[in-house]
């Protein structure tokens, strides 16, 4: 039983003091985003770990938008993000909310505070706030419009609602200690004035409540039992006890709701930052929020990465108080391990040079038996064309090779995977000294990869038949960031890789690869993982995006 404890995280030992001691007697947890940009790979672990939670602890899971800034909220991010939470397989049901909805509720709590005393309406601009807040070392000073009446501050905020006053005219504050020795309590805005259409609620309202206020109301509205967020609010929970307790949701800090602050999980050397992916998205440097150069959880399903790949992810990188960064290669690490065994291994060839077989019958076709996956014979075999005429990597021939060099050369036998061996005869090259086709010979005898007389060879090349194959287009990616000289420049734009997309419109792949559907994704042999995108292909025309490379240095720590 011991044991047992020491493996659940710190939120689940708290969860389960909680429900022991009769504090809540179901878990209800949320995933709050704010709609105004996709979600990222920092946001697949919050709402894991807030549907994990309520899952494990057979309580209620709900799916909330924050969505009470209209400055910056979209529709389309409201969509995105409904797609990214489903895609990571939180299943919200019923529970799906919106802060917008409690706007009239919001603004009775404010009312409510505004007759105990604790609240009253401020004409200073945002800029004497910030003067009359103080810092860190010195305390504020007291707000000259903090001691109106009761009736004067319930007139003017009645004013507010009612478009009386210009933006940024009047604010609410909630009534606190200026004096604190955080910040954060000293006398908060709760509400502003901003003349602004609402993506859900129209023209109704021109004040809109601030984050620190709205959040705790919804959160008790909904009963919320534990509101996990991350550490940068951890100084923000006393405003969030306050809000609840002074109107009456809870009677002492250990009721619920209940706030706890859990490590963001920051990814080295990646870009998250709405700003820099907005500035991205606007100059046209990527293709929209979903590029596959970006880790937004749009981007990496379209690049495509699976649901269980960022479940493994997430689970490997656990669940702390301390604030550190994973590197992007555990990402990769997940990726591979997800598909290694659950996708076929399919034929590409990415850069092809010609190779003909000399000795082969002109006009045969025969169709070879593959295995889908070696590891997992479940996966079943397919059959794939060879003809005379095939095509072969580029980097799989060298006229003059060097030592240790087992692939195709003059005078050279190789094995032609799942096919034949072939002896390199020649080649020819164009004016320039390119070489345009490779000349090979075949030994009958050794169809399916093995010699009847034993001999063996050092090589084995992957091939797709020249008459057979069909064109593609495929798109390598490296960071969209110079990793080596880091992600920022001085002046604090980001630093960005030219190389970050490689195009490569000639290469050549096996038949069957072009009924590829749009997510579905193959290993192509030697070269890594690969997805049909979904926003460029067509029927009959995939394009294939490369997930990662197969080969990683990366060990998970033992």
């Known amino acids: 039983m011991e044991n047992e404890t020491v493996s659940k995280n710190f939120i689940e030992q708290i969860i389960e003091k909680d429900l022991a001691e009769g504090h809540c007697e179901t878990v209800k947890t949320r995933f709050p985003p704010e709609p105004n940009g996709y979600l990222h790979i920092g946001h697949a672990k919050s709402i894991l770990l807030n549907y994990g939670l309520a899952k494990k602890y057979g309580g209620q899971f709900n799916f909330r938008f924050d969505d009470t800034n209209p400055t910056k909220e979209r529709t389309e991010f409201v969509e995105s993000i409904k797609a990214d939470v489903k895609w990571l397989g939180a299943d919200w049901g019923d529970n799906l909310f919106y802060a917008s909805d409690y706007f009239d509720q919001m603004y009775e709590a404010a009312i409510t505070l505004i007759k105990k005393g604790k609240a009253y309406v401020s004409d200073l601009s945002a800029e004497e706030i910030r003067e009359y807040r103080g810092t860190l070392t010195e305390p504020g000073k007291e707000d000259p419009y903090s001691n109106r009446s009761v009736e004067e501050n319930l007139e003017l905020f009645e004013g507010m609602k009612n478009g009386e006053f210009e933006d940024g005219s009047k604010v609410l504050r909630a009534r606190i200690d200026m004096a604190s020795s955080n910040i954060n309590m000293r006398d908060p805005v709760i509400y502003r004035v901003a003349h602004m259409t609402h993506h859900n609620t129209g023209d109704k309202w021109c004040i809109y409540p601030m984050y620190d206020f709205a959040h705790p109301i919804e959160d008790a509205i ?8 991350t550490l940068e609010f951890e100084d923000h929970r006393p405003l969030y006890d306050w809000v609840v307790t002074e109107l009456g949701y809870k009677k002492g800090p250990e009721g619920t709701p209940k706030q706890i602050e859990f490590a963001k999980l920051y990814l080295t050397n990646v870009v998250t930052g709405k700003r820099y992916i907005k500035r991205l998205v606007e100059e046209g440097i990527v293709d929209g929020w979903d590029d596959p150069r970006l880790v937004s959880i749009a981007a990496l399903r379209r690049r495509g990465y699976t649901p269980e790949s960022i479940q493994n992810f997430v689970e490997l990188c656990g669940i702390s108080k301390a604030n550190s960064s994973v590197d992007y290669a555990m990402l990769e690490y997940c990726i591979r391990e997800d598909l290694k065994m659950k996708r076929p291994r399919m034929m590409a060839v990415l850069d092809p040079v010609k190779v003909v077989i000399d000795n082969y019958p002109e006009g045969q076709v025969e169709q070879l038996p593959v295995d889908n996956n070696l590891e997992n014979p479940e996966l079943g075999s397919r059959t794939v064309p060879f003809t005379r005429e095939l095509y072969i990597e580029r980097e799989d021939f060298m006229e003059e090779p060097p030592k240790k060099y087992f692939r195709m050369f003059p005078g050279n036998e190789v094995r032609l995977m799942n096919a034949y061996f072939v002896k390199c005869v020649g080649c020819d090259k164009d004016a320039d000294g390119n070489i345009t086709t490779i000349h090979c010979t075949y030994d009958p005898e050794s169809r399916g990869g093995n010699s009847p007389d034993g001999r063996k060879v050092k090589g ?37 890789n030219p190389n970050s997309l490689t195009v490569l419109t000639e290469s050549v792949v096996e038949p069957a690869l ?42 998970l720590p033992s």
Not at 222 to 229: D, Q, V
Not at 483 to 490: I, M, R, S
Not at 526 to 543: I, L, T
């Open 222 to 229: 909904e009963g919320i039992t534990h509101s996990i967020c």
């Open 514 to 555: 072009m009924e590829a559907q749009a997510y579905e994704s193959f290993q192509f042999v030697r070269q890594g993982f690969f997805c049909a995108d979904y926003k460029d292909s067509k029927p009959g025309q995939p394009v294939f995006n490369r997930i990662v490379s197969l080969k990683s240095s990366f060990k």
């Open 460 to 496: 084995t090349i992957h091939w797709v038949s020249a008459e057979y194959g069909k064109k593609v287009t495929v798109r390598l990616y490296e960071n969209i960031v110079n990793e080596e000289l880091g992600v920022y420049n001085e002046d604090g734009s980001l630093n960005l």
